[in-house]
């Protein structure tokens, strides 16, 4: 595994000797795994939501009829589904009710995954203190994934508010009531792009150089910094406009080169999660083994097939862990892939719910979204810092097709599946 957690000087150092053990990528033959049509699925579908399913709020043509070919007559699911974004400004509950929706089909909030979901593993940080950043009910998601501790930008700002000096017009020259009693931040997490960038970026870095307690200047620069943990790596993203707007990983990069033009020094990412990383794949990957019990498949899923609209996440992402699959089934241990990683008792946590686990998971590339074969950025590396160097190869879908209808059928027909 890869770009989960890390320790150390640079993440960069790591991410090269990781990416040594998967030097190889998975080559897909497009044929059929079935001369026969079959009823029981043998695969399990991920779906990404913005470029693929929605732009903006307007869903795109001919998606509600498509997913009814995914469930029965009753409007239940026959097919494994689980729908992950890199969104982190919503619960999963509300989130699941918007699909059902839109889709016009049930959806559980069981089968959605958000960037934040896999920080439901990282128990060793519940209870610390944290600060937060995105938009939305950022409180409510932290407190929903298992943080107790918390307190977010507004908060912060209020508490010490002259730290926030950008806006002249918000900006108050006094010191503020509660500044001395302020208990130290242990670490940051970072949900998603947040409204007021210069605000967020201000106090965030404020926290990482004055070790969590911005009350008073530090004597010199505190490095390592406390930990960061980041969700959502998008650079871009696509609504209704008619280009690509900046995601998270835009702000992630505005804070990057902040960090090292102020202290000279590389900001650390303790966790990178949401895609590209395989933390959120293998998470997606044990909601559909458990969502196929659910709908009573007992066998062997052998395939997982991801579907989305961005050649650096999407893509990117599945191929990593299609990688990473490739070579857990050849040394036989996640152990032997993961020493290096401090998260791999999280991967291991009941060896059993892999017994019935996917083998390989394959990229579909759809033209709705992100990717356009009219727009020639679509196809620049805009892979995330600490995923650099990226083969070529792992940017490449096993698939493209127009749109998430074509998408199914051709899911279907790899899969001689009726």
């Not at 593993?121 to 937060?132: A, G, N, P, S, W």
């Not at 106090?203 to 009350?215: E, Q, R, T, V």
């Not at 792992?394 to 051709?410: G, M, S």
């Amino acid at each position: 595994m890869a770009a989960l957690m890390w320790k150390g000087k640079t993440a960069r150092f790591h991410r090269t000797n990781l990416l040594k053990l998967c030097s190889d990528v998975f080559s897909f033959q497009s044929t059929k795994f079935f001369g026969t049509k079959v009823n029981h699925p043998e695969f399990g579908l991920l779906f990404d939501i913005d470029g693929v399913i929605v732009r903006g709020k307007k869903v795109l043509p001919s998606v509600p009829e498509s997913f009814q070919k995914l469930v029965d007559k009753n409007g239940m699911f026959r097919v494994p589904t689980v729908f992950v974004t890199n969104a982190g400004n919503a619960l999963r509950h509300d989130r699941a009710i918007q699909l059902s929706n839109w889709l016009g089909v049930e959806v559980h909030e069981d089968q959605v995954v958000m960037a934040h979901s896999p920080l439901r593993m990282f128990h060793q940080f519940h209870d610390k203190r944290v600060l937060v950043s995105g938009q939305g009910p950022v409180a409510d998601i932290a407190r929903n994934v298992g943080f107790h501790n918390i307190v977010t930008v507004d908060e912060l700002r209020k508490t010490f508010p002259t730290l926030d000096a950008v806006d002249h017009a918000r900006r108050i020259s006094g010191a503020g009531p509660n500044e001395k009693s302020f208990v130290p931040v242990d670490a940051v997490v970072l949900f998603g792009e947040p409204v007021r960038w210069e605000t967020s970026l201000q106090l965030i870095l404020d926290i990482l150089m004055s070790n969590g307690y911005p009350a008073v200047a530090p004597p010199g620069i505190m490095y390592p910094h406390i930990p960061v943990l980041a969700c959502n790596m998008d650079l871009q993203w696509m609504a209704e406009a008619c280009m690509p707007r900046f995601g998270h990983g835009a702000f992630l990069l505005c804070l990057e080169a902040l960090y090292k033009k102020i202290t000279g020094k590389e900001l650390i990412y303790t966790a990178l999660i949401g895609k590209p990383s395989e933390i959120t794949y293998h998470h997606a990957h044990h909601m559909v083994l458990n969502q196929a019990q659910s709908i009573g498949i007992n066998h062997h899923l052998k395939r997982l097939y991801a579907i989305g609209d961005n050649i650096n996440t999407d893509v990117f992402g599945a191929n990593l862990y299609n990688q990473y699959l490739s070579q857990r089934k050849a040394s036989g241990r996640v152990k032997q892939i993961a020493r290096t990683q401090t998260i791999e008792h999280h991967l291991q946590a009941d060896p059993s719910d892999w017994d019935n686990g996917a083998e390989n998971c394959f990229s579909i590339l759809v033209e709705t979204g992100v990717y356009s074969v009219d727009r020639e950025e679509s196809l620049l590396d805009h892979t995330p810092r600490d995923f650099l160097p990226v083969e070529e190869k792992l940017r490449e879908p096993n698939f493209t097709v127009p749109n998430v209808c074509k998408a199914i059928d051709l899911v279907f027909e790899q899969e001689s599946y009726q």
